[in-house]
């Protein structure tokens, strides 16, 4: 099972739409990290929320952690071919290690 | 030039056989790290090292071992390869000098795609 569950698995959107990706945990956030994969390559970091209510924004993508539901967004607004590829989740939910969820692979339709 | 190098890119290799995949980084952090990643399942730990002296097991580190020869350097081995052993291997590296807690994200290296007959 997974402790970092992330909605939805897989999404497509036309070009130019919004988007949300949710990263829910069974258990207490320690901070979290946002990262986005192209296929095949390495994980490229995008964001880093580490308080309960904080808000990142990256160009027109936008992160934020919900300590009490122990849940993270990331927004993308105006979403653009460049945004594809999946995007995962990280968190500090064991003290000291680092898990991931499964990821969300996003498609956008020109 | 990457500052997390994994090498090989790309690997195929039979049953039984023993393969390292190595990792190299210039970033100077003291944390390495190596993950598999499986359609589906995301990134599975396999071993941590904290600094030079230090290795972890991660979550599924049966059927494979490693080696941190310096501070840089960090290799894992798999001992005999078998088919369930084909994925998308990672290492990766943090900074969190002085603290318990994931305070600077992990850097990630651009994976190894290891390919188990």
């Known amino acids: 099972s997974q402790e970092l569950e992330q909605s939805p698995q897989s999404l497509i959107v036309q070009e130019g739409k919004n988007l949300t990706i949710n990263c829910t945990s069974s258990?207490?956030?320690?901070?979290l990290y946002w990262y986005k994969q192209k296929y095949g390559e390495g994980l490229i970091f995008l964001m880093m929320?580490?308080?309960?209510?904080e808000e990142k924004s990256h160009e027109k993508i936008t992160a934020k952690l919900d300590e009490k539901k122990q849940q993270s967004s990331l927004h993308i607004t105006a979403s653009q071919p460049s945004h594809a590829g999946t995007y995962l989740c990280?968190?500090?939910?064991?003290?000291?290690?680092?898990?991931f969820g499964a990821g969300t692979i996003l498609r956008v339709k020109s | 030039d990457a500052d997390v190098t994994q090498t090989p890119r790309n690997r195929i290799t039979k049953t039984g056989k023993r393969i390292m995949l190595e990792c190299s980084q210039t970033?100077?952090?003291?944390?390495m790290y190596w993950y598999r990643q499986d359609p589906g399942l995301g990134l599975r730990l396999i071993y941590y090292s904290f600094d030079v002296k230090d290795i972890n097991k991660g979550e599924i580190s049966d059927g494979y071992s490693v080696s941190r020869q310096a501070q840089a350097k960090f290799s894992l081995s798999l001992e005999s390869a078998i088919p369930n052993q084909t994925a998308l291997y990672f290492c990766?590296?943090?900074?969190?000098?002085?603290?318990?807690?994931?305070?600077?994200?992990?850097?990630f290296g651009n994976g190894t795609r290891l390919t188990v007959t």
């Open positions: 990280g968190a500090d939910i064991r003290g000291n290690k680092l898990v």
């Open positions: 258990k207490t956030l320690y901070g």
């Open positions: 929320l580490q308080k309960g209510g």
């Open positions: 970033k100077g952090h003291d944390r």
């Open positions: 990766a590296t943090s900074d969190n000098r002085g603290s318990n807690s994931y305070n600077s994200p992990l850097h």
